[in-house]
Every structure is written in structure tokens, then in C-alpha cells.
């Protein structure tokens, strides 16, 4: 078995020999660094998939050249309980929607049908994106006006 460190979010996956896989916490593809590309990490900001009456999370928060990502911080590989393999098995299933047991995000650009501002609470500055089957998600971060003109240039179909 070999490792691989995800050349999206950092973390370090085992691969057993032979196979390909994806990272198990993201989802990228690790056998080709190449299929997606990076365009914007913040490592703190906070989230929410739910309206405004729900607590904002702690995330960290990364846009590529194919979709959204937000991972909580308490989401480590450690807490999963499965090997490296077994999670990018599972990811593969729910990689492309709002997986709810982890708070993990995966929100392909292709589906983002708007990016605006909004609040989160009475005075929380935060940017709320929707996609096209109606899934949602707000973020909160550092360079709010930057990230939503990123995440609309990134989706380019607004």
C-alpha cells in the first residue's frame, strides 16, 4: 500500500497497490493531479447548508477549476474509522452532492445557478450559493466580495 498526499486539500491518503483512487476527503481524483485544478483556498471561513436559524460551522474552503469544496474542521481522516481505499469507495457516491453525515460540500461549479450576497443572521455578511438542484450553501469568510466574484467567474453558466 502507498500513500499520496491530495494536491487539493493536503490530506494523506493510502492507496493500495495497483489501484487508482480519489482522495478521501475531497474527492479529487489522485491518479491525475492534472483533472482538477486549484484556483482558491481560504483555510478558515464558516458555513452553513441550511436557512439562517442554523449555526455557522468552522470550515476550511477551496475552489477549483470544477467545483466548490467546504470541509469542516473537526472532519479529519483519523475520525472516519475506514482506511484510505474503503472512504474514496464511498466518496465516489456521494461526491457529487451535499454529503450531510460528514458536513462535507462538494458542489460541482457545472450546477451553480446563482452566487449572491446575503446575511447570515442579523449582521453576518455571507454569500449564498445555490445550485440547479436545489441544494444550498452559505459561506462566510475573509474577502467575502472576492469569493463570489470567483465562485460566479469559476461557474461561468451565470
Known amino acids: ?18 489501484q487508482s483512487s480519489c482522495c478521501a476527503l475531497c474527492g479529487a481524483d489522485l491518479a491525475d493531479a492534472q483533472a482538477e485544478t486549484m484556483m482558491r483556498e481560504m483555510s478558515k471561513g464558516a458555513y452553513s447548508t441550511a436557512d439562517s436559524a442554523t449555526p455557522m460551522s468552522s ?15 473537526n472532519v479529519k481522516m483519523q475520525g472516519f474509522g475506514l482506511s484510505g481505499a474503503a472512504m474514496a469507495a464511498a466518496w ?5 452532492s451535499l454529503t450531510k453525515d460528514l458536513g462535507v460540500v462538494s458542489f460541482p461549479l457545472e450546477k451553480v445557478s446563482s452566487v449572491k450576497s446575503c446575511k447570515f443572521g442579523l449582521f453576518r455578511k455571507a ?9 444550498m450553501v452559505k459561506l462566510a469568510a475573509r474577502n467575502l466580495n472576492e ?12
Open 1 to 18: 500500500m502507498k500513500t499520496a498526499k491530495c494536491h487539493i486539500c493536503g490530506c494523506e491518503n493510502e492507496i493500495p497497490d495497483g
Open 59 to 73: 470550515c476550511n474552503i477551496y475552489l477549483t477549476d470544477k467545483r466548490l469544496i467546504v470541509i469542516p474542521e
Open 92 to 96: 465516489n457516491k456521494v461526491s457529487e
Open 127 to 135: 454569500i449564498l450559493i445555490n445550485s440547479s438542484d436545489g441544494e
Open 147 to 158: 469569493w463570489e466574484g470567483a465562485i460566479t467567474k469559476a461557474a461561468g453558466n451565470l
